[in-house]
């Protein structure tokens, strides 16, 4: 496999090899420093939209291993405007050895890898945050131990973040339960497959638009922003619709004891999730981050290396 755009396109082995690499990484990392194995190598990280995480974390991760990364803003490339997909993807083959690439419309990132002779790392898109996806597999793995059986409920929108959480969890045989508004779901083709995966990993999936019964039995709450970069003329509209789907104290207090609280940030805070709860004993927002270096170092090796 060339490319990373889709937790969808690994295999649960494959998926479990890349998080077992990321737990001797960052054991490595913690103990005094990793292996130069991406020595002489440059990442090309091309943003259309803002970011903190992804952007310090990749550019963190290719310096620990012994390379270097390349920012492009929206303005520099202006990709598929000032430039075809086809022909910035061929001209930068020649330059670096891999491409990061967070995008409005998930087409661009696929049309990127195509036309790209080097790996694709897809940094988020309209779909999908599959680098995302497996930081948050980190956390869980970390917290419980294993995924398998493991119940994870998402509350809030059913967007780009939720898809790459509900494919991690069925590949990796934790039960998956999302809590949405209706006109919110995840949209169907991503849960067409997430059901082939859940059938193969034998976990299970449930769609609902009770946040309350959502928590129920919950091991891992988990929400993001009610609305995500790219449709911030709907955020009035959400911001009327959403309330009811707040990670609160009180819905955190119905889920398990040992429930944790997973955001892939930024946070709203007094929106989709309280002070009180970011904050709070059952926060793990801040490891979650942290994991998006040492997740997205395993990608970076695997597919660089
Ligand atoms: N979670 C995440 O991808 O954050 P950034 O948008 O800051 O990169
Ligand atoms: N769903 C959010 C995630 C940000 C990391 C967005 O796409 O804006």
Redesign the pocket.
Known sequence: MKDFIGIADYSPADLQAMLDLAVKLKKEYQSGGNKPVLQGKTLAMVFQK??????VSFDMAMRHLGGDALYLSPAEIGLGKRESIADVARVISGYVEGIMARVFDHAHVVELAQWASVPVING?SDYN?PC?GMADALTILEEFGTLKGINVTYVGDGNNVAVSLMHVCAKLGANFTIANPAGYAIVPAAVDHAKKFAAESGSTLTFTDDSHAAVKNADVIYTDTWTSMGQEEESKKREAVFPPYQVNAKLVGEANKRAIVLH???AHRGQEITDEVADGPHSRLFPQAHNRLHAQKAILAKLLG
């Not at 803002?50 to 952007?55: A, D, K, Q, V």
């Open positions: 803002p970011s903190l995480r992804t952007r988020l945050h995302q892939c940030l930024p």
